[in-house]
């Protein structure tokens, strides 16, 4: 059985706080074929202080006299708006997702019927948030951008003792950068994390273009989380670092292939090769003529296509034997 990959359309902020943006982006995730699209919920002024200072990233896409509480309030999503975006996701047969930035926007999402949870980079070191989320026992993916294995050591033993157990949690490596350098990935860091904590794994990938993501699933990744926007050039802090819906189409349909491709890991005979393996491979021929009696001799008896006959890996038990009937030149020996 195919062992199917999690793909989390991130939609994140890329609605700019616009209901009819946001219903278009889950229906461009739906037309991809994710699985979940996934917002962000919160609260600016829970979140934020009025004098938090905005990322890089974030003063270059956005109005750079804004402060980082004022964007954010301009993304917020009301309780009304989460009921209208679910009832779309449901007419769509995709899966809504979000991201709870604050203790009463987890609140929030649970009572709107969400029953996984996922713990954003940020909030990887606030203990009673991750205590919180710990003591709903619910399924739930850790992001780990910022973080070393002490961190994620720590997050865990909290989402534990508050009575999330360790099967439960999936923990995603991911680089706080948007977008992400290729030089700045380490992919390989996934796989030193599931090592360390026998952990399922995941890549949430801020990079520019689909091969990383994929390449994700090839060393394991069972949950793929990536932002997507309608157009690259609205204005907003995510959609410059985020894929247009036709690469992310691509890049679903590349992790399908990648999971078929990986298969059981059980070496044998396909049925596409089945076809083939008389052609391609090779039988023991005589080079020349050979009248019976003859004794079958390296000069005498050859190896060549098509693969009907008798093994070239039985040469050293056909040599020495003697010809049961007259051969002629290129002939499939028989004993």
């Given amino acids: 059985m195919i062992k199917r990959t999690l793909i989390i359309a991130e939609a994140g902020v890329n609605h700019n706080g616009d209901l009819g943006l946001a219903r278009q982006l889950i229906d461009a995730a739906a037309e991809a074929g994710a699985d979940l699209v996934k917002f962000q919920t919160f609260n600016a002024s829970r979140q934020v202080t009025r004098v938090a200072k905005k990322a890089d990233y974030q003063t270059q896409t956005t ?3 804004e402060s980082q509480h004022d964007m954010l309030q301009r993304l917020e999503l009301t309780e ?3 009921r209208e975006l679910i009832a779309h996701c449901e007419t769509r047969n995709i899966g809504f997702f979000s991201t709870g930035f604050d203790i009463e926007s987890i609140d929030l999402l649970r009572g709107l019927g969400q029953d996984h949870f996922k713990i954003p980079s940020g909030e990887i070191t606030n203990l009673p948030y991750l205590r919180h989320i710990g003591q709903l026992g619910k399924n739930t993916i850790l992001s780990t951008g910022m973080a070393t294995l002490g961190d994620i050591e720590a997050a865990i033993d909290v989402l534990e003792q508050a009575g999330t157990s360790r099967p439960s949690i999936t923990v995603l490596h991911c680089t706080t950068e948007y977008p992400t350098p290729m030089a700045e990935v380490n992919l390989r860091a996934m796989q030193s994390i599931q090592a360390a904590f026998g952990v399922a794994v995941g ?3 801020h990079t520019q273009g689909i091969e990383v993501a994929t390449a994700a699933v090839a060393m394991g990744a069972t949950v793929i989380e990536k932002h997507f926007t309608l157009d690259r050039t609205l204005p907003g802090p995510d959609h410059q670092a985020s894929l247009e819906p ?11 292939n990648i999971e078929a491709a990986l298969g059981d890991g059980i070496k044998r005979l396909t049925q596409s090769e089945a076809r083939n393996k008389p052609v391609a491979r090779k039988s023991l021929v005589t080079s020349q003529a050979i009248k019976a009696g003859e004794v079958f001799n390296a000069q005498n008896i050859t190896a060549k296509r098509p693969g ?3 093994s070239p890996m039985r040469w050293d038990d056909v040599i020495g034997r003697m010809a049961p009937r007259d051969f002629v030149a290129d002939e499939l020996v028989e004993l």
């Fill in 80 to 82: 009304a708006m989460h």
């Fill in 203 to 205: 890549y949430s990938d």
């Fill in 308 to 310: 009907t006959g008798i």
């Fill in 63 to 65: 109005d750079g006299n």
């Fill in 246 to 256: 036709a690469e992310l189409k691509a890049m679903v349909a590349a992790i399908r």
